[in-house]
């Protein structure tokens, strides 16, 4: 609409003017009186210029027409209700094009597969790109016409599934194509350098064209599995097992990467479980059996991670547990029964508990079930000897608390962890107590504990472990320790008392009574008063004293009654009394720190030179003589020999001699004398173990005393399991029924007349 200068407004041709007045006149249009008509061969001529341009982007050529006017034919075929025929026209010639192509490409199917498939690459590519410049001409038909019809494909799709037709009817070049993709793949595994862009684009080729799941695939992984299962079985055979994990992994690796950089991701997962299959899964026991127990005795972490680590991904975990658990028990019971190295067996066995316990966190992740493994089958390694193990670690922890010259407290005390480690899995921990509470007498009363602080720990260590009832007794032995300190106080202020009063009285020493002054004769005693319960039994040693020690052991044993209650009795230890005694040598004067009983015999020769065995059993009226031939053994053979012993030999006769030694010499003034008799017996071990096994019994009696008084009648079996709860020692069924017939015989029990399996308590 235009406005001209006089004012009026023209609506149309033909129309009249409209004044401006606001006055408006109506406006009619009225249809053409002919209707436009289209070539009679319109159709032809426009498919015909179509035509040439599908033929010309098929043979690569340049189209004559702009894209524009072809675009703008077939949106006037479009309108004019031609689509149908156009649609069918463009497939036709296109299903020809695909035809051609492949026929080329059957006349190739001699050339090698790497050349077959880089033709097979070029045509799909062209074809790619016709079919994208195709459908951009025919871009009106494909959004107006075909994707309003559900039955019908995009112009592209439509190509993809023409080809894929064509392709099923060409069988020989499907399959060279499949055939030349799967020797790129092994030849890729066996080491070859391939195209791997070349195999990624005919990857994505099967895929688009739906032939990768249905066709490609489950042929990848029948040749994978078969590949693989005849390297595995190769290779199992050929290499040890650190390189065949080593392998595997590797093979793992080489696959993940495979499917990342050209097969489909849907290959990934089948992919990888039948590598895992062919090279682990089919081979776990031979792989357990070969190679588990070389890696544990080698403390090879690393490899028995990636062992845990294969394993688990083909569910090889459970087997892998049985193993570990029959390798710790194995190992372990190797280690507690070898009897000839008995001396090294808590040392070995520290050994491994912490390379177990090192492969445990850093090769199996600290797996809860790993670890439940390692505690019951370590415990019944450990448990796999009776006692013995119990014995040596008491024994360890007190070498450990003997001699810790030059070791750090952090060092000291991580070794009683890792002992008390070891301790933890014993089932007769009495045991364990009857021999620590022997060792800890030792050391206190001879002085030989290095550190009291250390002692203590220990102690509070034990008893968070075991509870308040385990240490009891131990802790008395230390209470006992502090009383007789101050008691030997108390005495020495008496003493002291007593001598000033009986100066005072008679003027001078020289004539006091006669007790005072053979007390006064330079020697200086100290008196350990310890209670029996706390203390392990000792064994009785008789012995004939100086009159000098009978004159202290009667001043003290009257203070002691004066000061305590009447109902103590002193009994005198002599097998755990030491002496320390100043001996003159013609090449020096020493300091001898000795027994009691080796400082007698030595004193027998401040009278006489030469003295026969005889002569000195007699005199110091010993009726044990084992324990005597032991103490003139460690005068007269061992390493400080202040005695000669006539003739010489490691056997001390009835017969023999002994005499003072005035040849000896030795660099140091304070020479401690080896108390050979102090070192254990087996007689002494078995002593022990007996007093275990008699304390046992009296253990079990009043456990089951307590549980028959609290509930009067009840089965044998629950009977059996509230006994077992209460008793902190391993118990068989047989010897518990022992103790039942035995408390039956004593009339504590009876069994019921109704049912023989039921017991009444008897009050």
Request: net charge neutral.
């Amino acid at each position: 609409m235009s406005t001209h200068k006089n004012g009026m407004v023209i609506n149309a041709p033909g129309a009249k003017a409209t004044p401006q007045n606001g006055q408006t006149k109506k406006l009619v249009i009225r249809p053409l009186k002919l209707k436009p008509q289209l070539p009679a061969n319109f159709e032809e001529e426009t498919w015909a210029k179509l035509q040439a341009a599908v033929w010309a982007v098929h043979q690569k050529q340049p189209v004559a027409t702009s894209l524009e006017e072809l675009y703008k034919a077939v949106e006037d075929m479009c309108r004019h209700n031609m689509q149908d025929r156009l649609y069918k026209r463009l497939q036709a010639e296109c299903d020809m094009h695909i035809s051609q192509q492949l026929a080329a490409l059957q006349a190739q199917t001699q050339l090698a597969p790497a050349a077959f498939l880089e033709q097979v690459a070029a045509t799909w590519e062209d074809y790619c790109n016709q079919m994208l410049l195709i459908r951009s001409i025919f871009l009106y038909l494909d959004r107006a016409y075909v994707m309003s019809l559900p039955g019908l494909r995009s112009l592209f799709d439509t190509g993809l599934a023409s080809l894929r037709q064509h392709l099923a009817a060409h069988s020989q070049v499907e399959s060279h194509i499949l055939r030349g993709l799967l020797d790129l793949v092994e030849r890729e595994r066996r080491g070859e350098a391939v195209d791997r862009q070349l195999l990624a684009g005919l990857v994505r080729m099967l895929g688009d064209l739906g032939l990768y799941a249905t066709t490609f695939n489950p042929r990848l992984l029948q040749e994978t599995a078969a590949f693989y299962k005849a390297e595995g079985l190769r290779l199992m055979e050929a290499c040890d097992v650190p390189d065949y994990l080593i392998h595997c992994e590797s093979r793992i690796h080489q696959e993940q990467e495979r499917c990342l950089h050209y097969l489909d991701p849907s290959s990934r997962r089948p992919l990888l479980q039948e590598v895992e299959q062919q090279l682990l899964a089919a081979h776990i026991g031979s792989i357990l059996a070969k190679g588990f127990n070389p890696l544990m005795s080698g403390h090879r972490v690393q490899d028995l991670a990636r062992l845990y680590s294969l394993l688990g991904r083909v569910g090889g975990t459970d087997a892998l547990r049985e193993q570990w658990r029959l390798y710790i028990t194995t190992t372990g019971v190797v280690i507690v029964k070898d009897g000839l190295n008995d001396k090294e067996m808590v040392d070995r066995l520290l050994q491994l508990k912490a390379q177990l316990d090192e492969v445990l966190t850093n090769a199996f992740n600290n797996s809860p079930v790993f670890a439940d493994q390692l505690t019951s089958a370590f415990q019944s390694a450990v448990n796999s000897r009776s006692n013995k193990p119990a014995e040596l670690v008491a024994k360890y922890i007190d070498a450990k608390l003997r001699s810790s010259k030059g070791v750090g407290e952090g060092e000291l005390e991580a070794d009683l962890d890792r002992a008390l480690v070891l301790f933890g899995y014993i089932q007769g921990k009495d045991v364990f107590e009857a021999f620590y509470k022997k060792d800890l007498a030792k050391r206190l009363l001879l002085g030989r504990s290095a550190s009291m602080d250390a002692e203590k720990l220990m102690i509070s260590k034990l008893k968070a472990g075991c509870g308040g009832n385990f240490t009891a007794n131990i802790e008395g032995m230390f209470r006992d320790m502090d009383v007789a300190s101050e008691t030997m106080e108390l005495f020495q202020r008496h003493y002291n008392r007593v001598k000033r009063a009986s100066q005072q009285q008679d003027g001078s020493t020289d004539d006091a009574p006669a007790s005072m002054s053979s007390v006064a004769s330079g020697i200086d005693v100290q008196v350990t008063v310890l209670t029996q319960a706390h203390w392990p039994t000792q064994a009785m040693l008789e012995l004939n004293l100086p009159t000098e020690l009978v004159h202290w052991q009667t001043m003290f044993k009257d203070f002691y009654s004066k000061h305590y209650s009447s109902y103590r009795q002193l009994v005198w230890q002599h097998s755990m009394s030491t002496a320390m005694l100043r001996a003159n040598f013609p090449k020096g004067a020493k300091e001898l720190s000795v027994s009691l009983l080796q400082a007698l015999v030595l004193l027998l020769f401040n009278d006489a030179d030469e003295l026969s065995y005889e002569a000195i059993k007699e005199q110091l009226g010993v009726k044990n003589e084992r324990e005597l031939q032991r103490t003139l053994l460690s005068l007269s053979v061992g390493k400080v020999r202040v005695l000669t012993k006539i003739p010489k030999g490691p056997d001390v006769k009835l017969t023999d001699v002994f005499s003072y030694n005035s040849a000896f010499s030795n660099p140091l003034l304070r020479i401690k004398v080896n108390n050979i008799q102090l070192k254990e017996t087996h007689e002494e071990n078995a002593k022990t173990n007996a007093e275990v096994v008699q304390e046992r019994q009296h253990a079990i009696d009043a456990a089951i005393v307590r549980v028959m008084k609290m509930r009067k009648t009840l089965a044998h079996k629950l009977l059996v399991q509230e006994v077992i709860t209460q008793l902190r020692f391993q118990l068989t069924n047989a010897d518990l029924k022992r103790r039942i017939d035995n408390l039956i015989e004593r009339e504590f029990l009876e069994r019921s007349s109704a049912d023989s399996q039921v017991y009444n308590y008897l009050a």
